[in-house]
Nanobody
């Protein structure tokens, strides 16, 4: 399994970014996928997830602002982030999990300036 994340960058507060995660070795359409984020000194936390039945979950701080979705033809999981806040600044990681085993992408930095 390989996960290649992209799309991070620097954006002003209120702006938008789109993160993409290209998966190899699995089919995202039938997998449990997610996006996590981590800031220095803190534990990695779940941002959003999408399961094989397409049900989604969001962390409370991002509800209504972030949307997780699948691009099945490209075998990618996408995180659309809008109304970004400085507290969204973090390294974002794509995740695949199966039976409690986690696979991670390399992380992409998102920085939101005030």
């Amino acid at each position: 399994v390989q996960l290649q994340a992209s799309g991070g960058g620097l954006v002003q507060a209120g702006g938008s970014l789109r993160l993409s995660c290209k998966a190899s070795g699995i089919l995202v359409s039938i997998s449990n996928m997610g996006w996590y984020r981590q800031t220095p000194g803190k534990q990695r936390e779940l941002v959003a997830s999408i399961s094989g039945d397409s049900s989604t979950k969001y962390a409370d701080p991002v509800k209504g602002r972030f949307t997780i979705s699948l691009d099945n033809p490209k075998n990618m999981v996408v995180l659309q982030m809008t109304a970004l806040k400085p507290e969204d600044t973090a390294v974002y990681y794509c995740n695949y999990n199966i039976n409690g085993k986690f696979y991670w992408g390399q992380g992409t930095q998102v920085t939101v300036s005030s």
